[in-house]
T-cell receptor, first 114, second 115 residues
């Protein structure tokens, strides 16, 4: 089975620009979560998608938005980039919404905002 | 508010020795799950071990075991017979049973294994 894949692996943007990050979930997984990991910090929950709808959101402003597609892949969009948005963005997938589920993570997309 | 605290930013251990990483958490929930994830330089978070709060027995996975003290809200990770490949950042994570896939992570402990 294929794991979680994310693209791009690295990218550089300037303040005010917009960025789209992509994630392909592990085969058989229908739920995708996105996390932001700032340098030296633990990952922070942005939101999750289940059956193509946002289902749970962390403390992030509306300029962080997402999509989930019928094949369960997902996108994270960030508008009006700020310097503090520089971070590693991790995508994780799982099957369903059970609390017992284990998340499978991708290797992340490293975003640098100049 | 749910918070996870890892008070050891860095730890080191001699190869083949044992090391314990500490984690405490704060919650008012009674039903939840606790996890330890490993993040090597490749950046991909890898599950090390999982503990269900309703289980009194401590989880064990080969060389990895936990000491779960529910009343003290403590969840430490013990790595026995440490290997060079264990060197990584270790994150403790808490997940309430009713919030889907929202995990709360600590700030991590960087583990160095000395040959």
């Amino acid at each position: 089975e294929t794991g979680v894949t994310q693209s791009p692996t690295h990218l550089i943007k300037t303040r005010g620009q917009q960025v789209t990050l992509r994630c392909s979930s592990q085969s058989g997984h229908n739920t995708v979560s996105w996390y932001q990991q700032a340098l030296g910090q633990g990952p922070q929950f942005i939101f999750q998608y289940y059956r193509e709808e946002e289902n749970g959101r962390g403390n992030f402003p509306p300029r962080f938005s997402g999509l989930q597609f019928p094949n369960y892949s997902s996108e994270l969009n960030v508008n009006a980039l700020e310097l503090d948005d520089s971070a590693l963005y991790l995508c994780a997938s799982t099957l369903g919404m059970s609390g017992a589920n284990v998340l499978t993570f991708g290797a992340g997309s490293r975003l640098t905002v100049l | 508010a749910q918070t996870v605290t890892q008070s050891q930013p860095e730890m080191s251990v001699q190869e083949a020795e044992t090391v314990t990483l500490s984690c405490t958490y704060d919650t008012s929930e009674s039903d939840y799950y606790l996890f330890w994830y490993k993040q090597p330089p490749s950046r991909q978070m890898i599950l090390v071990i999982r503990q269900e709060a309703y289980k009194q027995q401590n989880a064990t996975e080969n060389r990895f075991s936990v000491n779960f003290q529910k009343a003290a809200k403590s969840f430490s990770l013990k790595i026995s017979d440490s290997q060079l490949g264990d060197a990584a950042m270790y994150f403790c994570a808490y997940r309430p049973s009713n919030t889907g896939n929202q995990f709360y992570f600590g700030t991590g402990t960087s583990l160095t294994v000395i040959p």
